[in-house]
Nanobody, 124 residues
C-alpha cells in the first residue's frame, strides 16, 4: 500500500507559478514510478507528467517546457513545478504511484495508488 497526500494548489493568475508536492508513505518510495494527472470539470483524467525511479521524466505535450516534475527519495516526495500557467491548466491535480507500472506512463489505469487531489485554478 502507498498513501499519497498532495498539496500546493491554489488560485493564481495567468503567467504565475505554483509548486505542487505529493508526500508518499507506506512502502519503499525510491523504486516507485510517480505521476501527476489532472481532471478539469466535465472532462476525463489527463496525463501531465511522470518520473521513473531512475529519474527519467515524461511530459504531456501541453505542459512540456512549462512544468517540471522531480522527486526526493530521501523525503518520499514528488513535486511538480508549474510555470507560465494558463487558464486551460485549471483542474484538480492528482499524484499517483505505480510500484509496478502497467502499460504506458500516460495511462492512468497503470497506476495503483492515488492521492485525493489538489485544485489549481488559473484566472485570465
Amino acid at each position: 500500500q502507498v498513501q499519497l497526500v498532495a498539496s500546493g494548489g491554489g488560485l493564481v493568475q495567468a503567467g504565475d507559478s505554483l509548486r505542487l508536492s505529493c508526500a508518499a508513505s507506506g512502502r519503499t518510495f525510491s523504486g516507485v514510478t510517480m505521476g501527476w494527472f489532472r481532471q478539469a470539470s466535465g472532462k476525463g483524467r489527463e496525463f501531465v507528467a511522470a518520473i521513473r525511479s531512475d529519474g527519467r521524466t515524461y511530459y504531456a505535450d501541453s505542459v512540456k517546457g512549462r512544468f517540471t516534475i522531480s522527486r526526493d527519495n530521501a523525503k518520499n516526495t514528488v513535486n511538480a513545478q508549474l510555470n507560465s500557467l494558463k487558464p486551460e491548466d485549471t483542474a484538480v491535480y492528482y499524484c499517483a504511484a505505480a510500484p509496478y507500472l502497467r502499460g504506458t506512463y500516460t495511462d492512468a489505469r497503470g497506476y495503483d495508488f492515488w492521492g485525493p487531489g489538489t485544485q489549481v485554478t488559473v484566472s485570465s
